[in-house]
């Protein structure tokens, strides 16, 4: 099982960046996918999720109208469309998988998330700086 994010990089402020997150080993459809962001001194957030059949998305309040997150389970990949940028948003992003199936997006925003969320990859680094 193997989640590997990209498509990070430097963009100014107001900018925007597509991620990507390529699901192996498993079938993705059977998932719902979250993507969570840390960012320098500060703990792992979740930022976004989206349910197996993408009939339910979730995001945090800070960027609730900037991030949409969306799947392609024909691809087994899952998105993360970055729009307005600021600098506060500047951290690696990681994508995982619920642990099991029938965990959906209830738990991704939680301090527990790392209980139902998984496994961690090596992440993708956003830099949001003029």
């Known amino acids: 099982v193997q989640l590997q994010a990209s498509g990070g990089g430097l963009v100014q402020p107001g900018g925007s960046l597509r991620l990507s997150c390529a699901a192996s080993?498993?079938?993705?459809?059977?998932?719902?996918i979250a993507w969570f962001r840390q960012a320098p001194g500060k703990e792992r957030e979740g930022v976004a999720c989206v349910s197996s059949t993408a009939g339910n998305t979730r995001y945090a309040d800070s960027v609730k109208g900037r991030f949409t997150i969306s799947r392609d389970n024909a691809r087994d990949t899952v998105y993360l469309q970055m729009d307005s940028l600021i600098p506060g948003d500047t951290a690696i992003y990681y994508c995982a998988k619920g642990l099991r199936r029938s965990i959906g997006c209830t738990y991704y925003s939680g301090s527990s998330y790392y209980r139902y969320y998984g496994p961690w990859g090596q992440g993708t680094l956003v830099t949001v700086s003029s």
């Open positions: 080993g498993f079938s993705l459809d059977e998932y719902a």
